[in-house]
């Protein structure tokens, strides 16, 4: 096992320093620094904070992870980083730290895409991922419908994507308009247990034969029937429009998820992200793929938020692969193509 190279993984893309240390598709410790609280005023995560945020939690969360694992610095074998997409500023920090690193220990460096990460980091807890499978990335920031051949070695496919807000902005819209905190995923999925999903809200783009979402005239129709409540005077049933918002939510995302895999000819369906913690879209997803014959993974709801262990994952697939380190030259790419 020690024989394995020991990759360090670095994230930074958004308002989560992630660090996590893999060896060999095992994941041997992580540490994770969050600036949400500090963004939970603003309603939404705020690039220049997230940045500093990133630059003073960076070498406590290095060492916090080295320190669990029981590991020193010469014991990492490579570095690897989020180089994009992401938060140009945040993204800097990450990629920046793990030159550094990677320079002062003399071992080869790996930029990788943020949400080829988050598929990788399946790998630790399910093993290796069957080729090709399709995989349902959904969070604050981005909702993708992907085709994912060889993670390794092959760029993963884009099939779809949100053409407006991502799943998790709409989770964190809608509760904005019920009242309930920064980030709105949680409360909503907690509120949605006690009410019954019996409010008719739209699911754009359903069936319309391509793997793309819409979410903006969800959180629309949303703030429409909670204004004409008000309106009339009687009260908002807050548990009831969560449910029924999740519940749409839940719908579209499964259903086109589901479909993908049919038209793929794929039988393994991935699903990560923060949004990938939500109770009704998992329970959904294992309801339709048992139906479908499709294998479905989650990995558990902390690796499915952003963190350093599925940089690290990745990071160390590709070492494993022989694939040819970045160049020292790296840039942080906020619009970095998949
Ligand atoms: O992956 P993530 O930590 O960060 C990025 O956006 O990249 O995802 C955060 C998003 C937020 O929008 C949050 O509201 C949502 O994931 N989220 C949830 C749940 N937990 C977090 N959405 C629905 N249900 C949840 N249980
Ligand atoms: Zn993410």
Request: charge should be negative; include cysteine; charged fraction near 20%.
């Amino acid at each position: 096992m020690t024989d394995r190279p020991l990759v360090l993984g670095i994230e930074t893309s958004c308002d989560e320093t992630g660090v996590g240390l893999v060896r060999g598709g095992t994941l041997i410790a992580d540490a994770l620094a969050s600036s949400v609280d500090e963004h939970a005023r603003y309603g939404g995560v705020v690039p220049e904070i997230a940045a500093r945020a990133h630059l003073e939690a960076m070498v406590p969360t290095i060492e916090r992870a080295l320190d669990r694992a029981g590991l020193r610095h010469r014991d990492v074998d490579a570095v690897a980083v989020t180089a994009g997409p992401g938060l140009a500023g945040a993204l800097l920090v990450g990629v920046a730290a793990a030159k550094a690193y990677a320079l002062a220990l003399g071992v080869p460096l790996h930029g990788v895409h943020h949400l080829a990460a988050h598929v990788a980091v399946d790998t630790l807890e399910h093993g290796p991922l069957p080729r090709p499978s399709v995989a349902l990335l959904v969070s604050g920031g981005h909702s993708s419908l992907l085709l994912v051949p060889d993670l390794a070695t092959e760029p993963v496919v884009p099939l779809g994507a949100t053409v407006d807000d991502a799943a998790g902005e709409a989770y964190d819209k809608v509760a904005r308009l019920l009242g309930m905190p920064f980030p709105g995923g949680p409360p909503i999925d907690a509120a949605a247990r006690e009410g019954r999903a019996d409010i008719a809200f739209p699911r754009a783009k359903a069936g319309d034969g391509t793997f793309d979402f819409s979410f903006s005239g969800l959180k629309t129709a949303v703030a429409r029937w909670v204004e004409a409540r008000q309106r009339s005077g009687e009260p908002v049933p807050v548990a009831d429009v969560a449910a029924s918002f999740q519940e749409a939510v839940a719908d579209v995302l499964t259903a086109k998820a589901v479909a993908a895999c049919r038209a793929q000819g794929v039988d393994t369906l991935v699903i990560g992200g923060g949004v990938a913690a939500n109770s009704r879209l998992r329970a959904l997803a294992a309801l339709r793929c048992e139906a479908a014959g499709i294998q479905l993974r989650v990995p558990r709801p902390g690796l499915c938020t952003d963190n350093g262990a599925m940089v690290a994952a990745l990071g160390s697939l590709r070492v494993e692969a022989g694939v040819a380190p970045s160049p020292w030259d790296l840039p942080a790419t906020s619009t970095l193509p998949l």
